[in-house]
């Protein structure tokens, strides 16, 4: 799929096909996509663990359930568990001198290893080790852009996924040996959809001029719109939600899996 | 506790309710058939007759008032309320398949009240 295909398919995918497994392959893309994203001071922010539904003993599975996420966590046949490591923080020093020796941090732009030695570690990065809002925040941000990239390499082989809010964190931590530095972001679900991939058509967006701007915030951002045509030819701008028989499909699914309509 | 037996007699009585006539005009219940609202009616009156409340105290039950004064979900009453289905229809004699959708039409009442809760997916 291309690229504007898969930004503009992407949709939260509610109803999974909870017979059919996702191919470890696919996974592995997905977690490559992560592990590509982009990253300051190239530190490992991202941590998932993988989970299949049916592989889970009752204990664990019950733990992750809760009124909120039950149906959820039934129809989607694996789960990935997205954290951050408070700890990214160490070793970013040896990072950054390493992007200096691969000539991604050039002097053209004023790095150097003195640099990074002498004033980058001790005025910028300790200060954020020292820091736990700081640390929080680039935590939650980074390891975001890295599941963003999961959801769209899954978007891209067919999978239809969610993000969900991490509720049972304590239970998990405790059951699938989860350190203690390691802190919770998102519940990816992921699976085969059984709703149709566009799930009923794309969700309402302000348009541009509401969002951005351009030179200062009085200037709304002005849409081309041819621009906004050739997005449409492309699939990331597509047909709208509802589709005329959007909630026909949610009730016939919703049957199939006896879940409230 | 008002609400009669589930028997055709009892249904008028309930759309004096106001969470029943909410459940009831939602989208996906509005145009259904006759025969398929008077059998949910039919299992909400059950789960009144089990609980000993009324319609709109079910839904109340799971609400609580914040200390700013607002409405918000009491997760100890929506709780109650899971064990309040979950035991009624252990009730009727209903295993398997049919369990869970009973369970999770009367789950559908609290929903369309405003209670967020997912019931379990019949995948097996």
Known sequence: MEFNQVVGTRRSIRFFKPWKPVERSKIQVMLEAANRASRSMNADYPRAIVV????LDEETRAALRNPTTTADLDLAP????????????????????????LHVLPPSHGWSKAYVDDLVWPQVLKPIADNQMALMFMGCVETGIAICNAVNAAVDQGLGTCLHAFTAADQVKELLHVPDTWVPVWLQLVGYPAEEPEAGGQRPRRPLSNLFFEGDCNEPWHEDLEVTEYLKREGMIQAPAPFPYRAQEVRMLSRMYGLPE | MTVPAGTGGARPQLDGFASVRRWLDSPGLSSAPACERAGLLDLLVGLCEFTGKEPDALVAECLRTT???DTAISAKGRRRAEENIEGYVGSLGLAGHE??????RLRGFLIHNGIFMQGPASIS
Do not use: P
Not at chain 1, 78 to 101: K, S
């Open chain 1, 52 to 55: 299949h539904r049916d592989d």
């Open chain 1, 78 to 101: 694996t789960y990935i568990l997205w954290y951050f490591d408070l700890e990214y923080i160490n070793g970013a020093q040896e990072r950054l001198n390493e992007l200096v020796d």
């Open chain 2, 67 to 69: 200390t700013s004064g």
């Open chain 2, 99 to 104: 369990a869970l959708v009973a369970a999770n």
